[in-house]
């Protein structure tokens, strides 16, 4: 098992490693460059053209390492369709803004309409596949919270609400990126600990902790790339896809409300977002200098890889703490 998950993480880091210089070029010469805000802080408009849609490198970077070192197992492959449901999802969005040049891509009720049906195709076919039921579990206490039919649309809103905050971290230079591969490592690890006692009796959680190491493999691998001053973007292609990613994990080891924890920077980057427009929509003033947090810390004179580090170490309080949560 070590075998396979440690093998899984460095295969599908390679691949991704390998590709992106044959990647980078070729998006180059299809100009599929990043297009920057111009509201946004005004030391990113010097990334204006940077490729863009990297998160296409997470496909065969996920596909050939889940080829050579998963059982094949059906959670493996439910998690990799939440990776292409929300990856074509981002990729549509990456297409109308980066080739045809819409500024904003798909309009906002085009994409949560898409996402909130792919939610809820992950949420049932995990109960048709599973038997996942409609509980979700209280950490400390481990009761299990029968949410009854209220289960789909509370769990839908919450995969909803989970993709687009990895979406709303994507904007620093391996901001995403780092944090990403930290929670897949934290997911890696319950996963290891949930083939003892399986939340789902049904699941292969031995399978879905070697699909978790594989994307920390990826994200490793692309963070080459991503890190500052970054040669690629992961797009809306890569961030959604994660997302989705991430999603179904939490779904498939009952994780939900461990994951505010477990995804903290998350939690605190559309946290902010939320709290700056009701703040300026009640009282007619901002919180924070800009929104999501991250562009704050910029705003107020930190350098971008100062804010990256701090991110990444909140990061890493979170994943520790909630892996102290779920063992006790």
């Not at 863009?52 to 197992?73: D, E, H, K, V, Y």
């Not at 939610?119 to 109960?127: D, T």
């Not at 780092?178 to 399978?207: E, K, M, Q, R, T």
């Not at 704050?296 to 971008?304: L, Q, S």
């Amino acid at each position: 098992m070590r075998i396979a998950i440690w093998g899984a993480l460095f295969t599908a880091l390679v691949i991704v490693v390998i590709l992106g210089p044959l990647f980078i070029p070729f998006l180059r010469r299809l100009r599929f460059g990043q297009p920057i805000r111009s509201d946004g802080p005004q030391r990113h408009l010097i990334k204006s053209g940077t490729p863009t849609m990297g998160g296409l490198l997470f496909l065969p970077g996920f596909l050939l390492t889940g080829l050579i070192w998963s059982r094949g197992s059906a959670g493996f492959w439910l998690v990799f369709l939440a990776f292409i449901i929300f990856g074509l999802i981002g990729f549509s969005d990456d297409l109308l803004k980066v080739v045809w040049r819409r500024s904003l891509g798909l309009k906002a009720r085009q994409k949560l309409l898409g996402q909130f049906a792919g939610a809820l195709v992950i949420l049932i076919l995990a109960s048709f596949l599973f038997k996942r039921g409609t509980d979700i579990i209280i950490p400390v206490s481990g009761l299990h919270w029968d949410l009854g039919w209220l289960y789909y649309p509370v769990m839908a809103t919450f995969i909803v609400g989970l993709v687009n905050a990895v979406n709303l971290t994507d904007g620093l230079d391996g901001l995403a990126t780092g944090i990403s591969f930290l929670v897949f490592l934290g997911f890696l690890l319950i996963c290891l600990a949930a083939v003892n006692n399986p939340p789902l009796p049904l699941l292969n959680y031995g399978d879905l902790a070697i699909a978790a190491a594989i994307m920390a493999g990826c994200c490793l691998g692309f963070l080459v790339y991503n890190r500052y001053p970054a040669k690629l973007f992961m797009g809306d292609t890569g961030s959604l896809a994660l997302g989705g990613v991430l999603a179904s994990f939490a779904v498939l080891t009952k994780t939900e409300i461990v994951f505010f924890l477990l995804g903290l920077v998350y939690v605190l980057e559309v946290g902010s977002v939320f709290l700056q427009v009701f703040s300026f929509q009640l009282l007619g003033r901002r919180i924070f200098r800009m929104s999501p947090l991250h562009h704050h810390f910029e705003m107020i004179g930190w350098p971008e890889q100062k804010v990256v580090l701090l991110f990444w170490l909140l990061a890493a309080a979170g994943v520790v703490g909630a892996l102290i949560l779920v063992s006790i």
